[in-house]
């Protein structure tokens, strides 16, 4: 610490509010996804005390991402709140998905206000995860209770609405809790059709301390039937350590999520561990197999997990 006249003056003025810059108010913890490549790019997971926004086009993975956020906070035996603006809430997919629907708690606003005042109570109370789904769907109460005309459409409304809200709600952060919001992608309505935009504007992204996007990617087909997709997710923004700037894909399945294991087999596939000729699949990990298709390739790792751990090993390695 600097034997400074001044540095000392202002930091004992406790109406300033100054603290040394290693201060443990400073510290936080992160909220693993458990799925290996998001954990990779994130640094270990989404930060508590901190802001993260998601966003892409429709079905495009933004939920499911964060419900395995709540999943981990359940695992941990923490408080994770669900603010649903969209009405979309459903128990008997989030159940799929691996939540315990009895241990999360869901507020199905009916407005922004009211949003704004869940959030708020999550966020001053300390709750481990705060989930808004989503932007998109923050109607201001002056809309809804509108009764002149459906056309009533005041000039920015939402982003007015929402960005004033992140003012007030920023600060509470500071109780503990993680911020995860979701959004949406929008064709602009200017003169290049191309454009894509987010309700509630761009100042979000400047509030943002981690911006992810998320686009769906090709389909998993099983005898030619569509089972899943591809869920592509790359960092845009990033103020918490993070370093990886690469787009990453997980095989996310209709009926089973994201399996662990497909991940790594898809990354080690990625990254020459494994290789293909043909209908076959062959790794210097064991080198007296070769298995024909990749839904036996899927098989053989789960049936055999120590086999699995040495791909597993191996791609971290080049990680």
């Not at 892409?56 to 408080?79: H, N, P, R």
């Not at 209770?145 to 960005?163: H, L």
């Not at 064991?286 to 899927?298: A, C, E, T, V």
């Amino acid at each position: 610490m600097p034997a400074n006249d001044l540095f000392n003056t202002l930091l004992e003025d406790k109406n300033l509010g100054f603290v040394v810059g290693n201060s443990e108010e400073f510290l936080y913890e992160k909220i693993p996804f458990n799925i290996p490549a998001l954990d990779r790019i994130t640094n270990g997971g989404i930060p508590k005390k901190k802001f993260s926004l998601f966003f892409g086009g429709w079905s495009s993975g933004k939920s499911y991402l964060a419900s395995q956020l709540c999943k981990t906070v359940q695992s941990q035996d923490g408080v994770a709140l669900w603010v649903d603006t969209e009405m979309s809430w459903d128990s008997v997919w989030m159940e799929k998905c691996g939540l315990d629907t009895e241990s999360i708690l869901v507020k199905q606003a009916s407005n922004a206000e009211d949003a704004y005042r869940a959030m708020e109570a999550g966020l001053k109370n300390g709750a481990d995860l705060v989930i808004l789904d989503s932007v998109a769907g923050l109607i201001p109460e002056d809309i809804t209770e509108n009764k002149d005309s459906f056309g009533y459409s005041p000039i920015a409304w939402q982003a007015r609405s929402w960005n004033q809200a992140l003012i007030r709600l920023l600060p509470l952060l500071s109780h503990g809790s993680a911020l995860v919001v979701i959004n949406q992608v929008r064709g602009s309505m200017g003169p290049v059709s191309a454009i894509e935009t987010m309700p509630g504007g761009k100042g979000q992204q400047f509030f943002a301390h981690a911006v992810m996007e998320t686009r769906r990617g090709s389909y998993i087909k099983e005898k030619d039937e569509r089972v899943g997709f591809m869920i592509k997710a790359g960092l845009l923004k990033d103020k918490f350590g993070g370093e990886r700037w690469e787009q990453v894909e997980v095989p996310f399945r209709i009926e089973g999520g994201i399996d662990t294991n497909e991940t790594y087999l898809r990354e080690a596939l990625e990254k020459g561990i494994i290789t293909k000729r043909g209908a076959w699949y062959y790794c210097d990990k064991f080198p007296d197999q070769r298995i024909q298709g990749f839904d036996n390739l899927r098989a053989f790792a789960d049936q055999f997990p120590e086999e699995m751990k040495k791909i597993v090993d191996a791609v971290q390695i080049l990680d």
